[in-house]
């Protein structure tokens, strides 16, 4: 049987947020040891050595250079690039540091403030179930603040990191892998920095003589790139709307992993703040779903 465009685009896009809900969370937690900092280092320097070869491939280097040459679109790539850093950042110390929960909680909650941002920056509407969305999350974070022994900032860093990132992002007109090869560029300063600070004081566990721990942490590179190509090309085929909701198969597999994989602990306080933020996926879902209608 012929699949359709939109069937295609479903697939797509549920193959690259499964790739990088469950299989990155597993990734980067197996590499884990070598230490936030150096993973960080790694998988930007892999990220854009993967995207210099792609672009090469795809020859979308007229596009690159059209890019560069507009102000505001290197204005907001900077920036971008310094809020994916640190996204980047949050996130693999989540993974190393037993808090893949509470990233989770981010990943969940980013497209309910990506549409609030999107109320407050560019003057989107919003509807009654989109109202009691976000309502739900600001509730969940009072009751959280309130509880503030179990306050997830990792999740909220996750969540207004990337929630920004996307909101600078509609701001421009560059094609995601581009914008992503030149927010790389931006922060390839920042990596060498810390690889030569790892190296001089001996920090450092990617070294020439060990071939199988230099593939492993090659990885890093193509671990971003290919989920991310595979849910772009999600949304090109089947929409954003329809992609919107396959996405929240990231933080499941995330939830599910450090539940029940790794063990991590999960209070009362946090469980009730959970049961709050699903209902409000809830809602964004089906109105998203009706939308897509």
């Not at 920004?164 to 927010?183: A, C, F, H, P, Q």
Request: net charge positive; charged share 15%; hydrophobic share 55%.
């Amino acid at each position: 049987m012929k699949l359709t465009k939109f069937s295609k685009g479903i697939i797509s896009s549920s193959s690259g947020s499964f790739f990088w809900g469950f299989l990155g969370t597993v990734y980067f937690q197996y590499i884990s040891f070598i230490g936030v900092f150096e993973i960080v280092a790694h998988r930007s320097f892999w990220t854009c050595v993967i995207l210099l070869i792609t672009t090469s491939i795809f020859k979308k280097w007229k596009l690159f250079k059209k890019s560069i040459y507009n102000k505001k679109n290197v204005l907001v790539l900077f920036i971008t690039s310094l809020l994916i850093f640190g996204n980047w950042s949050v996130w693999i110390y989540a993974v190393s540091a037993n808090k893949i929960i509470d990233a989770s909680f981010g990943y969940f909650i980013f497209p309910i403030i990506s549409v609030f941002f999107g109320y407050l920056f560019l003057k989107e509407k919003l509807n009654v179930k989109r109202i009691i969305s976000i309502s739900l999350v600001i509730i969940s974070t009072i009751y959280l603040l309130l509880k503030f022994s179990s306050l997830p900032w990792v999740g909220f860093s996750v969540a207004i990191l990337w929630s920004l990132y996307n909101l600078l992002r509609k701001k421009i007109n560059v094609e995601t892998d581009i914008g992503l090869l030149i927010e790389s560029l931006f922060i390839l300063p920042i990596i060498l920095i810390i690889f030569y600070l790892t190296i001089s004081t001996n920090q450092n566990d990617f070294v020439l003589s060990d071939i199988e721990l230099m593939g492993i942490i090659f990885l890093a590179g193509p671990m971003t790139v290919i989920p991310l190509f595979m849910y772009v090309k999600g949304v090109e085929l089947a929409g954003l709307g329809a992609s919107g909701m396959v996405f929240f198969i990231t933080p499941t597999a995330q939830f599910l992993l450090g539940f029940f994989y790794f063990n991590e602990p999960f209070s009362n306080e946090k469980f009730i703040s959970f049961i709050l933020i699903w209902i409000a996926v809830f809602i964004y879902l089906k109105d998203l779903y009706e939308k897509d209608l």
